[in-house]
């Protein structure tokens, strides 16, 4: 039983582009056309060679997979991953925003019943108004 020898490391866990290449089956032309798109940004080092952490290489995972088994097009990949990060932009700020409110409930809730008005808070639902 034979193993396959460990993938070549650069430095501080980066990946050559010939081993992203070949453990994705494409051609190393392809990932510079997507860093050109600016679909993926790949380092550099020094001496300018391109340099590909984990992040990238799971960027990479999701543009293989939309365009081989989905069929999307370049111009679709760059709609969808931009949707994508905004998405994740506004689920990180919905979580402040509930975080926030949270607080202010408890604050709220530890001052008794100072008001006639309480805010209620359902897990995963609707802010709800309710009126004592």
Same mark, same amino acid.
């Not at 582009?17 to 032309?29: C, D, S, T």
């Not at 020094?46 to 543009?63: A, F, K, M, P």
């Not at 994508?84 to 008794?112: D, N, P, Q, T, Y």
């Given at each position: 039983? *034979?193993?396959?020898?460990?993938?070549?490391?650069?430095?501080?866990?980066?990946?050559?582009?010939?081993?992203?290449?070949?453990?994705?089956?494409?051609?190393?032309? %392809?990932?510079? @056309?997507? +860093?050109?798109?600016?679909?993926?940004?790949?380092?550099?080092?020094?001496?300018?060679?391109? @340099?590909?952490? $984990? !992040? %990238? #290489?799971?960027? $990479? +995972?999701?543009? @293989? %997979?939309?365009?081989?088994?989905?069929?999307?097009?370049?111009?679709?990949? &760059? #709609?969808? $991953?931009?949707?994508?990060?905004?998405?994740?932009? #506004? !689920?990180? &700020?919905?979580?402040?925003?509930?975080?926030?409110?949270?607080?202010?409930?408890?604050?709220?809730?530890?001052?008794?019943? &100072? *008001?006639?008005?309480?805010?209620?808070?359902?897990?995963?639902?609707?802010?709800?108004?309710?009126?004592?």
């Amino acid at each position: 039983m *034979s193993m396959d020898p460990p993938a070549p490391v650069a430095r501080d866990g980066y990946v050559f582009i010939g081993v992203v290449a070949q453990r994705f089956g494409v051609h190393p032309q %392809t990932l510079r @056309l997507y +860093e050109r798109e600016g679909l993926i940004r790949p380092a550099r080092s020094s001496g300018n060679t391109r @340099l590909y952490d $984990l !992040e %990238t #290489v799971e960027r $990479l +995972e999701i543009i @293989l %997979t939309l365009t081989r088994e989905l069929g999307v097009n370049l111009a679709g990949v &760059e #709609v969808i $991953l931009d949707l994508k990060s905004r998405l994740a932009r #506004v !689920e990180g &700020e919905v979580g402040r925003l509930m975080e926030s409110i949270r607080a202010v409930a408890a604050e709220h809730a530890s001052r008794g019943g &100072e *008001s006639s008005r309480a805010l209620a808070l359902r897990p995963r639902g609707a802010i709800v108004l309710r009126v004592r």
